[in-house]
């Protein structure tokens, strides 16, 4: 089948991408020059796509100034509308459409699954609200889903390359007080939802991609520092994140516990529900 995948240069893209040309399947990227062509334009480089995934944005954790507010929101939302657009004026249509969201959409304290109703009031949870608002007009063209990235694990890029020179050089340690929750999830597992969301017709709507198992900050730096056998013991105050990235610092000195009911319910078999084993198997290559 042919796939159509936007971002498919970034962290997680490039490997979505490179599961399905393992695997046999046409992959159709889709670049920052896609996004200028017109709907009737793009929907011709889309034809023939059994699936359509956009994964591109500009990346959120920078200083929120004026512009880069402007980029992150129009990274998405503009792009999601035109992607939505296009596939209107496919013939035929493809069969699902599945678009990035994260899990910022939900507040900072409670526990929450996808039914939850609740938005933060906040920039990304409000960037993540339109996001899905844009996502949601395909619905009448296809299967849709919006997938709520938690933190993605990786040994390559993506939050955890940021972390682990300091832990490296036995200079890790608790974000803010490590209080905050992580709702985490294994590159592996990103790929695995992600093939199994294809196989799984009823699924639709938005999806928790994250672990079973969300930890704190402290519990996560803890593990971190036991897989690599290092000291964990000076901690990061959040008045140092502010300095760095002003109000976007929100996005590691605050957490949620975001729980995979969707992926649960429809029993998908996580490979790494297990912190430790997840940092183990990464950092072991």
Known sequence: MKVAISGSTGFVGSKVASLFRLQGHEIIPLGRQDFRLQPQELAQKLSGSTVVIHLAGEPIL??????????IYESRINTTSLLTESLRHMDPGPET?????????????????????EVAPTFPGEVCRDWEREAAAAEKICRTLMFRFGVILGNDGGALQK???????????KIAGGAQMMSWVHIEDVLGAMQYALQ???????VNIVAPGAVTNAEFSRVLARTLNRPAFIPIP?????MVFGEAASLVTKGRTVVPEKLTFTRYPFRFPDLGNALKDLLDH
Do not use: K, N
């Not at 459409?97 to 109703?117: K, L, Q, R």
């Not at 799984?200 to 938005?206: C, D, K, M």
């Not at 959040?238 to 502010?242: D, E, G």
């Open 62 to 71: 920078q200083r929120w100034t004026t512009a880069s507010r402007r980029r």
């Open 238 to 242: 959040s008045f140092a994140l502010r």
């Open 97 to 117: 459409f599945i678009c990035a969201s994260g899990v910022d959409i939900y507040p900072h304290d409670g526990v929450y699954t996808e039914s939850a109703g």
């Open 200 to 206: 799984q017709p009823q699924l639709e709507g938005p």
């Open 163 to 173: 972390m682990l020179l300091p832990f490296r050089l036995g200079v890790g340690g």
